[in-house]
T-cell receptor
Framework: DAEITQSPRHKITETGRQVTLACHQT?????MFWYRQDLGHGLRLIHY???????NKGEVSDGYSVSRSNTEDLPLTLESAASSQTSVYFC????????????FGPGTRLLVL | GQSLEQPSEVTAVEGAIVQINCTYQ??????LSWYQQHDGGAPTFLSY????GLEETGRFSSFLSRSDSYGYLLLQELQMKDSASYFC???????????????FGKGTKLSVIP
């Protein structure tokens, strides 16, 4: 069955370190998204991609970057981790022709000390 | 930019009906979605409305009024497993072309009590 996976599921790091969160989907979806979820803020869009070599900034992109070298993967990099980036990170994907349905990965809990 | 408003918490009795409202402000509206998220889990898609009216999927229904910038999610015959957070999300579009990213509300935590 097609799926979307994230790794690691839990991560503890120190401020200033570079961290990369992986997202892999086997749906063959063109669209991929990264969100962060914090209490009181719901889901906020960090970056998104509509296809290979395409990346776009979302609402809260400062301090984050993504790259899209193939259809299946959209890794999220925190260039220099900050305590404010402690959060739960969700990756999602959708078909290019889909009106709305995004399929979410299980999430990564990141703690920056 | 977009903004969405929904109640932060709702409590309802098992077997009852509950309605979760969502109002939105957006520069270009394309559709309204609803997602469910259980504690510790990932959001999962429930429904989508692009046109005015009611969409029904089993015990769940979703309504949209584009003229009022308003929608709601209706949950019938509530079960304990419906205790979760529910998010409305707007898909923005301009000139008939929709983008694919969503802007989410902050979520409504539904507690179903016996």
């Amino acid at each position: 069955d097609a799926e979307i996976t994230q790794s690691p599921r839990h991560k503890i790091t120190e401020t200033g370190r570079q961290v990369t969160l992986a997202c892999h989907q086997t749906w063959n979806h063109n669209n991929m998204f990264w969100y962060r979820q914090d209490l009181g803020h719901g889901l906020r869009l960090i970056h998104y991609s509509y296809g290979v070599q395409d990346t776009n900034k979302g609402e809260v992109s400062d301090g984050y970057s993504v790259s899209r070298s193939n259809t299946e993967d959209l890794p999220l990099t925190l260039e220099s981790a900050a305590s404010s980036q402690t959060s739960v990170y969700f990756c999602a994907s959708s078909e290019a022709s889909s009106r709305e349905t995004q399929y979410f990965g299980p999430g990564t809990r990141l703690l920056v000390l | 930019g977009q903004s969405l408003e929904q109640p932060s918490e709702v409590t309802a009795v098992e077997g009852a009906i509950v309605q979760i409202n969502c109002t939105y402000q957006t520069s270009g509206f394309y559709g309204l979605s609803w997602y469910q998220q259980h504690d510790g889990g990932a959001p999962t898609f429930l429904s989508y409305n692009a046109l005015d009216g009611l969409e029904e999927t089993g015990r769940f229904s979703s309504f949209l009024s584009r003229s009022d910038s308003y929608g709601y999610l209706l949950l019938q015959e509530l079960q304990m497993k419906d205790s979760a957070s529910y998010f409305c999300a707007v898909r923005e579009g301009h000139s008939g072309a929709g983008s694919y990213q969503l802007t989410f509300g902050k979520g409504t935590k539904l507690s179903v009590i016996p």
